[in-house]
């Protein structure tokens, strides 16, 4: 049930009077008895959290995001969220009752205490200002802020500090107790005194007419909202001006606060007005209409209120008189701490019924019903309810340790299943219910009887923990053995496809996903896959006790560490988390099992270890506001440092070094850097870097100083940036001075001038060292040349002795062959026989082959080798000329010029011998002309082709040239295989022999 009223402007004007206030009084008695039932998520921090003394009379927060809790004997604290440091007249603060507190334009922040005077504080100095310097009194009711001056209510007048001229100057005629002060938006200072109300054009007083006053009125607050009201809190009631016109203006606030005493107003940023009333807590007016009450019944635990505060962050810390400092951390969780059956740490079963009313079913205590105002029990003395559901028909079914129980109209009316240990309930879109038992397995009841699924009709096992039908009919069922689906016809299991076999809770999405838990994950099902999710997907532990969707369609996820959101894709995969626990306002943290409803207005219930919690997803808000990001401290070595003995000048609040430069073996930095975010102080993350040195950012982390030993000579500073939980970022970043490490001093071998000695000695000695090392090589130069020219003219001298001889033996050899073949000539004279005469002149044939080619070396520069193609032609004349046979006879050659040795120069002559006078001794006999052909020619390599062929008679076709019995074929063999070659008789017109062989 909502706690606000919302007032209705259009309802009928009531006739008369007591019908009025008759109608009041009821609507007020209901809100009331709604208002008490229900718990706000208050937090306090008091002596045993840090605070110096527990009743807290003001509460200030700086443009640095720090709260400043002014107490009535401990002086004043400074409060980031998590710690607070105390500051009392031992550090140099004027008085221990600190009654109003602000900050200047430089961000010095202003205490003023009862007695003492007022006290700047710079963050490390304190400076008291007191009567000597201009106040008119020593004690101090109230500060404020006005562009660059310090507006002082003291007990005894008014003054004001100019941070411009640094002077205090006393204002007015004012001579009693200035009780209040505010700034309105437009810059104008109010300020009430005696009971009386003034306006500052300046510093020029305007009394404000208020209405009639009553005896010994009191000025306590002035607010302005943001419609551009002025409210003024006294002993006597709420008053109300136009800032725009001046003029006073009434609205229900106002009347509803007719002769009551108002001690404070407060109007937030949202336009609410909050009023603390006399002992008795606190009333918020809401900008859209109604009203909510905090008081001790609520979970406000003091009802004496002396300060309110909005924060940054749109979160309310109220200053109590004996609670400290409370924290309104968020409405969006309410509690039910005075509710029986609500209160009970043992709640397994939630469900609403078509009233509105919520039930409830815990282990010990039994069945309760809540209407809003309060509960009572239903169906006596029952054990272990384990669940609650309502059916289409309005009905209350309730499963407990000893059957069903159905209730209808708030009475009980019937049990089913007594004996039977009942576990869970739910009802398919025909109307049969489902009740899910522990060992006797599955139960459908259509109103008449009662049918039962075991394991032998499919089941996996007999103990079920939950039933759900989805939107195609299908019912799934969960047990210890695996999830179970059941189409009407049969079962099918699936047990190991999940993490782990025990499901408790399930669920159907707006997809049409499945949605289950384990004891080790959470599951889905798309009807092709499942898919796990845990701690490694950003749950807070694996530990699932409950799961339900809100209207949003966000997944909600209880766990033994809170709850956790899930926000889904269009696709079901989770996309982002957010955790739930105490600092959130979730103050249950361990949630109990499968005990989480959604009622009708979209809100959320859960059973937990400390009683239900109620959460209205419409109060809460994203934290959308950014932490704000300082750097507190940079010490050496880890020790703390004082700059200024270091000759560093120190600048801004924390006192930081302005430009640090240090030498090179001081070189150990240590950065403290905080976030100040009061909604969730213990979950900022912070990503930093050392620019010159680091690259990148750091990874975000929850740690707040980091350490740089060892840093290199250079120029450094220090970045850090800051997170909130729901991921936002500080927008900007919070940067050092430059830190500049110096060079090491150079040693003496390090320096320019030994560097320059030294090089100067290493060019000379370099010098001196090519010097002479050129002369020994010019020297041992000329020496080889020498040695080389004398060697040269010796071989010069022995090759042209080597040429004489080898010219005389080839001369000797040509003329010893010649005369070979002229005795041979001599001889043959005498010889008859012409077979003997023809060998003979065979051998004279042969020898001038020999003769010639000696010839051919003799006139060749290389003595070596003979150019194949001069000598050929040569050869082939001669022969033909010594055949003069008075035919005419043609001589044709194609010889490719190429120069041989004279290895293979010898048989290739001795085989043109034979082969052209065999052809000038029988290929033309009996014919008056012919022609000879020869043709030499490079085939691939050093392999040649010789073709010797004529267009004679030819030779017989009996001719066994594979087994020559003639001495000529016989020696054509023997000679072409000198050459490494093959001598082939082709067929053709006359004879056609080809040498194939190797040069």
């Not at 050899?813 to 010889?831: D, F, R």
Request: aromatic residues 10%; glycine residues 10%.
């Amino acid at each position: 049930m909502s706690s606000t009223v919302f007032v209705n402007r259009h309802e009928p004007r009531l006739r008369s009077v007591s019908n009025v206030l008759l109608t009041l009084a009821l609507i007020f008695a209901g809100f009331t008895n709604r208002l008490h039932a229900q718990n706000f998520d208050f937090i306090a921090y008091s002596v045993e959290n840090g605070l110096s003394q527990s009743e807290v009379l003001s509460i200030f927060q700086d443009s640095r995001g720090y709260l400043w809790v002014g107490t009535a004997g401990g002086g004043v604290c400074q409060f980031d969220g998590v710690n607070f440091t105390e500051y009392n007249e031992s550090h140099g603060l004027g008085g221990p009752i600190v009654q109003a507190i602000t900050e200047d334009d430089q961000g010095n922040i202003w205490i003023g205490s009862t007695w003492g005077g007022v006290t700047r504080f710079d963050g490390k100095n304190f400076k008291i200002f007191t009567t000597s310097d201009g106040l008119p009194s020593a004690g101090i009711q109230c500060l404020e802020k006005n562009g660059p001056e310090v507006w002082i209510g003291t007990s005894a007048g008014l003054a004001v500090f100019s941070t411009t001229t640094g002077k205090i100057k006393r204002i007015g005629p004012f001579s009693k107790g200035i009780t209040a002060l505010h700034t309105d938006k437009n810059n104008q200072v109010w300020m009430a005194t005696e009971g009386k109300l003034f306006r500052f054009s300046g510093h020029d007083a305007v009394a404000v007419a208020l209405p009639e006053k009553t005896p010994g009125r009191e000025i306590n607050r002035i607010s302005s909202d943001t419609k551009g009201i002025l409210y003024v809190a006294a002993t006597d009631g709420l008053f109300a001006w136009h800032l725009s016109s001046g003029k006073p203006t009434g609205n229900e606030i106002t009347k509803d606060q007719e002769g009551k005493n108002v001690a404070l107003v407060h109007c937030s940023s949202e336009g609410d007005v909050w009023l603390a009333m006399q002992d008795n807590g606190l009333c918020k007016y809401l900008s859209a209409g109604g009203k909510q009450l905090y008081t001790p019944q609520t979970g406000l635990e003091s009802g004496v209120i002396h300060a309110l505060l909005e924060d940054n962050t749109h979160h309310t810390w109220i200053g109590t008189k004996e609670k400290g400092l409370v924290k309104l951390r968020s409405e969006a969780f309410n509690y039910f701490n005075n509710v029986e059956g609500l209160r009970q740490n043992d709640v397994y079963g939630i469900a609403s019924d078509t009233k509105g009313q919520i039930w409830v079913g815990t282990g010990s205590q039994g069945l309760f019903v809540y209407d809003g105002t309060g509960s009572k029990k239903v169906g006596g003395e029952l054990r272990r309810v384990s669940a609650v559901f309502c059916d289409s028909k309005g009905r209350i079914w309730a499963a407990h340790g000893n059957g069903l129980l159905l209730v209808e109209g708030n009475n009980a009316t019937k049990s089913f299943l007594e004996g039977t240990v009942v576990r869970a309930v739910t009802e398919d879109s025909k109307g049969n219910i489902w009740i899910g038992t522990w060992e006797k397995g599955l139960f459908m009841y259509d109103g008449k009887t009662f049918k039962n699924f075991t394991t032998s009709d499919g089941l996996p096992m007999n103990f079920v923990h939950a039933v759900k039908e989805d939107r195609k009919g299908t019912i799934w069922i969960g047990t210890g053995a695996g999830i179970t689906r059941y189409d009407g016809y049969g079962f099918k299991t699936y047990a190991k496809e999940l993490c782990n076999t025990y499901v408790g809770t399930i669920l159907e999405d707006k997809r049409g996903m499945i949605w289950f838990n384990t004891d080790k994950c959470i599951m889905s099902f798309d009807g092709t896959s499942f898919r796990s999710y845990g701690q490694k997907d950003g749950l807070r532990s694996n530990t699932v006790f409950l799961m339900s969707f809100d209207d949003s369609g966000h997944l909600w996820v209880g766990t033994n560490k809170g709850v956790d959101r899930i926000t889904l894709t269009e696709k079901g995969i989770p996309l982002a988390v957010k955790n739930y626990g105490p600092s959130e306002g979730f103050r249950g943290i361990e949630c109990n099992a499968r005990a989480v409803h959604k009622d009708k207005s979209g809100h959320l219930w859960f059973g937990t270890i400390k009683g239900i919690t109620r959460y209205n997803p419409e109060e809460d808000r994203p934290d959308v506001n950014e932490p704000k990001i300082h750097i507190t401290d940079i010490r050496l070595f880890l020790e703390p440092t004082n700059w200024l003995w270091k000759g560093v000048r120190e600048e801004g609040w924390f006192h930081l070094p302005e430009k640090i430069e240090l030498p090179y073996d001081q070189n150990h930095l240590t950065f403290y850097y905080k976030a100040v975010h009061l909604p969730s102080p213990q979950n900022i993350r912070y990503s930093f870097m050392l620019e010159g040195f680091d690259s990148t950012w750091s990874p975000p982390g929850l740690k707040n100083e980091f350490t740089y030993p060892n840093l290199p000579p250079g120029t450094f500073r220090f970045k850090v940036k800051a997170q909130n939980s729901d991921g936002v970022w500080s927008k900007t970043e919070a940067v050092s001075s430059p830190i500049v490490i110096r060079m090491a001093p150079l040693p003496f071998w390090a320096t320019w001038w030994f560097w320059l000695i030294g090089f100067s000695i290493v060019i000379i000695v370099l010098y001196y060292f090519v010097v002479l090392r050129t002369r020994i090589i010019r020297r041992q130069k000329e020496e080889l040349e020498e040695i080389v020219r004398l060697r040269t003219q010796e071989i010069s001298r022995q090759n042209e002795e080597k040429t004489v001889m080898l010219k005389e033996i080839h001369h000797r050899v040509k003329n010893n062959l010649q005369i070979i073949s002229s005795l041979i000539n001599l001889q043959s004279e005498n010889i008859e026989d012409p077979k003997v005469l023809a060998l003979f002149d065979e051998c004279r044939h042969r020898i001038n082959s020999m003769a010639l080619i000696h010839a051919k070396m003799y006139q060749s520069n290389t003595l070596v080798n003979i150019d194949i193609r001069e000598y050929i032609n040569d050869l082939v004349r001669s022969l033909v000329d010594v055949y003069d046979l008075d035919k005419k006879i043609k001589l044709r050659s194609e010889i490719e010029s190429h120069a041989f040795s004279i290895d293979t120069i010898v048989p290739l002559g001795l085989i043109l011998s034979e082969v052209i006078t065999n052809a000038m001794k029988y290929a033309f006999v009996g014919r008056e002309e012919g022609t000879i052909f020869v043709s030499l020619r490079k085939t691939s390599g050093f392999h040649f082709e010789l073709v010797v062929s004529d267009n004679g008679v030819g030779l017989p076709h009996n001719l066994d040239t594979v087994n020559p019995k003639t001495l000529g074929l016989q020696l054509i063999g023997i000679l072409a295989d000198q050459v490494d070659g093959r001598m082939v008789l082709e067929p053709a017109d006359g004879t056609r022999w080809v040498l194939l062989f190797k040069g």
